[in-house]
């Protein structure tokens, strides 16, 4: 529904409606409330009028009877001064006028039909003409006349006055009706308002903040008619959608992980197959450089020019062994042996690995990991791996020296191991490549790119987590989780 191109609320269109049907129904009521007042004025008029007749009758048969014809025309003029009452006139049987007789239209009413039949009948009647564009209204009472027989006593009054009555009261009604109207609109309006619009626009917030994604937004439930059902059944429909957009999240995150180590192992795969190519195809001419090299080094005096490349050529050959050798040992990694495992005790046996590289560069590693720690589940020979890759890749950024923190925590049943430098961060296009075999932001020649993707692969082995985030200049972040050791029940 639309007025004026503006959506009308529910509310709205509710308060206009139930007034609308208060309106018609009062309308009614004022309509015969005001019939009958103004048929109940007209029947007070004649009642004060008969009561006027019944004293007038007294009062002229005791001046019929001692004769007094001016008292009664007195008596007659002063009752005119009553309001509305405009003449009264006392006829004889045959319709002769004995007082009053010269007042107009007089003669009118002997004519009547209603005069005779008060006259035979010797009851009261009653009857209306319009005079001069007015309504009046004529009353006939029998009277017994001392001396002259039967008459019958006129009193002609205006509708004026009623119809003046009856105006002032009909204002009084309406503007009556009117306030009692406005009183139950606004009555109308506020509970709609209070018990309608209000829980409505609540509902219509809250699908608003759902359709927006705020699935943790409930509805408040204060009532118990349909609009509080319906406000639990919108906060069950939440929950509902947030487990799916959680269940959603964690299979979608479950299929990336799963992926991406479909991808990590499709990777080792083709560096096996890489590296034991390499082995068989570059080993057997390696060796034989090699021999060649160290068999003509002792023939040779110090001082001859080529010693020096001979010993270049060895060192360099050493240096394609040991590349073969690490891209094997990555190629064919065995799945860890798991056993209660120290986290302190580990990370105590990698520092000294390092000292000598550490202090050459002036690189403090602090380490916050408490003794106290539950024993994880875990191979330490491969967590030394992890701790030395990841100190290492530290080292690499701070050329110009920093700092290294190492702390772990316990969260119910996971430890959680941050590593972080200040060194010069990792940019954001290459984060999420950084666990990738090959990957590397080193210069030729100073790294292989496979430090990083050997402890991703030993976390994922040990069925734990590992996240990185970083900042240019600022530093890098590693947060990983494995799970605690808990004993086998015998």
């Given at each position: ?294 068999y003509l080094l002792p023939w ?15 060192q360099q050959i050493q240096r ?171």
């Amino acid at each position: 529904m639309k007025l004026e191109g503006v959506s009308v609320r529910i509310g709205t269109r509710l308060v206009v409606s139930l007034t609308v049907a208060v309106a018609i129904v009062t309308g009614l009521y004022l309509y015969r409330q005001l019939s009958a007042e103004r048929v109940a004025l007209i029947e007070q008029r004649e009642r004060e009028i008969r009561v006027m007749a019944r004293t007038l009758e007294v009062a002229v048969r005791n001046a019929v009877r001692r004769d007094q014809w001016e008292d009664v025309q007195d008596l007659f003029e002063e009752a005119k001064g009553y309001a509305g009452v405009a003449r009264v006139t006392l006829f004889q049987a045959d319709g002769t006028p004995l007082v009053g007789g010269d007042q107009e239209g007089v003669e009118m009413t002997p004519a009547r039909q209603e005069f005779r039949e008060a006259v035979a009948r010797k009851q009261s009647k009653s009857f209306s003409h319009r005079l001069d564009g007015e309504e009046v209204l004529h009353y006939l009472r029998p009277i017994r006349l001392i001396n002259r027989g039967p008459g019958l006593l006129e009193i002609v009054y205006r509708t004026s006055q009623i119809e003046g009555a009856y105006l002032r009261r009909r204002d009084e009604i309406i503007l009556a009706g009117i306030a009692i109207m406005g009183a139950i609109a606004m009555a109308f309006w506020y509970l709609t308002k209070r018990s309608i619009s209000k829980p409505i626009q609540v509902l219509i917030e809250g699908a608003a903040a759902i359709g927006a994604g705020e699935l943790d937004r409930r509805i408040p439930i204060t009532r118990r008619d349909e609009l509080g059902r319906l406000a639990t059944e919108f906060n069950r429909m939440t929950e509902s959608l947030k487990q799916a957009r959680e269940q959603i999240l964690a299979e979608t995150t479950k299929k990336v992980d799963l992926e991406r180590q479909l991808q990590h192992s499709e990777k080792l795969a083709a560096v096996g197959r890489l590296a034991a190519g390499l082995a068989h195809e570059i080993g057997t001419p390696l060796n034989v450089i090699s021999g060649r090299a160290e068999y003509l080094l002792p023939w040779l005096s110090e001082s001859h020019p080529s010693v020096q490349s001979l010993r270049i050529i060895v060192q360099q050959i050493q240096r394609i062994r040991r590349i073969i050798e690490q891209l094997l040992g990555y190629a064919r990694a065995t799945p860890p042996h798991i056993a209660p495992t120290s986290l302190s005790e580990v990370f105590s046996n990698v520092l000294p690995l390092l000292d000598h590289e550490l202090a050459q560069r002036g690189i403090r590693v602090e380490s916050l990991i408490p003794h106290t720690l539950p024993k994880l589940a875990a191979d330490p020979y491969l967590l030394e791996q992890v701790f030395v890759n990841l100190l290492l890749n530290a080292l690499d950024a701070m050329p110009d020296g920093g700092s290294v923190l190492v702390a772990a925590q316990a969260r119910d049943d996971l430890i959680e191991v941050r590593v972080e430098d200040t060194g010069s961060g990792i940019a954001p296009e290459s984060l999420p490549r950084i666990f990738d075999p090959f990957f590397t932001t080193k210069k030729v020649g100073e790294g292989t790119g496979l430090g990083l993707s050997v402890v991703y692969g030993i976390v994922k082995d040990h069925g734990g987590t590992i996240e990185v985030t970083s900042e240019p200049g600022a530093g890098t972040a590693f947060l990983i989780t494995f799970p605690v050791h808990r004993p086998q029940p015998v």
